[in-house]
């Protein structure tokens, strides 16, 4: 019988275990058998559970199953006392009907209890009337979800989910839960290219994220470590990845990019050598991705070894184009004429008591606002650089205001400012709704950028395109709203689909 699938079977009497033993059977009505003449007194078989690695747990099982290599079973003996019918006298087919109606009895229970079983979309339809009415009433009135909305779609979903499939259920059983989730609700729904189907902010199969899996993490929490099947790790992954190039140079063009940058270097900032500084940039592009990639020098040694970065902030925009042929220029043609009016809409339902302002810079303003609070900062961005931050301050990250007298020595002044900022952000010298001037300032790296005739949306556009060409991290208190930003210019989310910047672009979709 050594040719048949061997199996662990664990004997309990009375829900007491008597002992485990290998077996080499071919069907679990066999299991019964073979545990009969190990019987230490007179039992009779009432179930027969297999083990389940998805749930995790043991489940009822039929007789006529075909046993797998290394299945595990426990099979549950209830001992006979003195009168009653011995098991050791009754037939082998009314044991087996025994046992069969025992388990049929357990299915019938179990499929009664899963009459809102999540996998399937007419019973979560049903339990979100019952248990959460006021989510289709926000859906009917605005044709989306209000973030406390999702927040209760996602609680009753999951909630169901654990309680029919346990703490850990399996990926295509999350899968089915975010697909019935848009399907019911479908302006949720949101491709972002054409790597996703739209449900990847509920549940990515991929990168095991999204709001599901937030809330089971959640969960998870609690259990015991007896409950756990998995040991928490902790790992961090280095931004500095996001920018990384692909760049060779040979040894005979090193000299001569070395010169270029020198000679550019050294050259006197003047409208007659611009376009020796432009050719001398385009000759040493290779190389000068090749250092910062691999070096990542920082922003004060970059702007040393080329301050016609500084001089000229224009090269930002050449220097990104290069590195995403096309895309140059899409903040400046999506931002004002489409994203500003349905941030600013969604302002208005927020604050109906404020007006928002449609004027230039402060409209730009309102609408920067706007995203920091729609995409707060969150736990996830305590790593290197992260400070406690609140809602109404984390837009300090982005932007700092300033009075109009403001000298540029004191822009480096780090002890004004309100929170503690390590990366580069924009200050504005005087008010986003008069007349502004703006600056790029990284007060750490002694670093001042002063950008000349830019309105707030230039200068917005201006600092991402630096921290990519400066290979810098995003302010860990802001990661969701740049991620954001990087949609905006049609470029890959990076460290994977964030679900609330894709919810938001969802929202906004539905925004008419």
Not at 96 to 112: C, G, L, M
Not at 202 to 215: A, D, L, R, T
Not at 256 to 274: D, H
């Amino acid at each position: 019988m050594e040719d048949a699938p061997k199996t662990l079977v664990a004997i309990l009497i009375d829900g007491t275990e008597f002992f485990k033993k290998l077996f080499y059977l071919r069907s679990v009505a066999e299991i019964i058998d073979a545990c009969k003449p190990l019987l230490p007194c007179a039992a009779k078989c009432t179930r027969v559970l297999k083990f389940n690695a998805d749930f995790n747990e043991y489940i009822d099982t039929d007789l006529t199953d075909n046993i797998q290599n290394l299945d595990k079973f426990q099979v549950l003996f209830k001992s006979i006392k003195d009168g009653q019918v011995d098991v050791n006298a009754v037939g082998s087919s009314h044991r087996e009907n025994v046992a069969r109606r025992n388990i049929n009895e357990a299915s019938q229970s179990s499929r009664q209890k899963h009459q809102y079983d999540p996998m399937d979309v007419d019973a979560l339809r049903a339990l979100i009337e019952r248990k959460g009415p006021s989510i289709l009433a926000d859906y009917e009135t605005s044709g989306m979800l209000s973030e406390v909305s999702r927040k209760l779609l996602v609680k009753i979903g999951v909630g169901v989910l654990v309680e029919h499939r346990g703490f850990y259920p399996s990926s295509e059983e999350k899968l089915a839960l975010a697909k019935n989730m848009v399907t019911i609700f479908p302006s949720l729904k949101i491709k972002m290219g054409e790597e996703n189907e739209g449900f990847e902010h509920f549940y990515n199969p991929v990168s095991h994220s999204g709001f599901i899996e937030i809330k089971l993490r959640n969960l998870r929490r609690n259990l015991h470590d007896d409950e756990r099947r998995y040991r928490r790790k902790r790992y961090q992954m280095s931004n500095s990845s996001k920018a990384s190039v692909s760049l060779e140079i040979n040894a005979e063009g090193e000299e001569f990019t070395q010169e270029c940058t020198t000679v550019i270097k050294r050259m006197k900032l003047s409208p007659e050598n611009f376009n020796t500084i432009n050719v001398g940039m385009e000759k040493t592009y290779t190389s000068r991705r090749l250092w910062i990639a691999n070096k990542s020098p920082g922003v004060k040694n970059i702007f040393e070894q080329y301050p016609c970065f500084v001089d000229m902030p224009y090269l930002f925009d050449t220097e990104f184009g290069k590195m995403f042929p096309g895309k140059v220029d899409l903040f400046l043609r999506k931002w004002e004429g489409n994203i500003v009016p349905k941030l600013l809409k969604m302002y208005a339902m927020k604050h109906p008591a404020i007006p928002a302002s449609n004027d230039g810079d402060e409209s730009c303003y309102i609408a920067l606002q706007m995203l920091t609070q729609l995409l707060p900062p969150t736990a996830s961005g305590r790593a290197k650089g992260w400070a406690k931050c609140s809602v109404k301050s984390a837009i300090t990250y982005l932007l700092d205001i300033k009075q109009d007298e403001t000298s540029n020595p004191s822009l480096l002044d780090s002890s004004q400012r309100i929170m503690e900022n390590h990366q580069p952000h924009i200050v504005c010298v005087g008010s986003p709704s008069t007349t502004a001037q703006y600056f790029i300032v990284a007060e750490n790296e002694e670093v001042i950028i002063p950008l000349e005739d830019s309105n707030l949306t230039c200068a917005v556009d201006k600092l991402f395109k630096m921290y990519w060409v400066c290979n810098v991290t995003y302010p860990a208190q802001l990661t969701s709203v740049f991620n954001f930003f990087e949609t905006v210019y049609d470029m890959p989310l990076s460290g994977g689909k964030r679900s609330k910047v894709v919810e938001l672009i969802a929202n906004l979709q539905a925004v008419s």
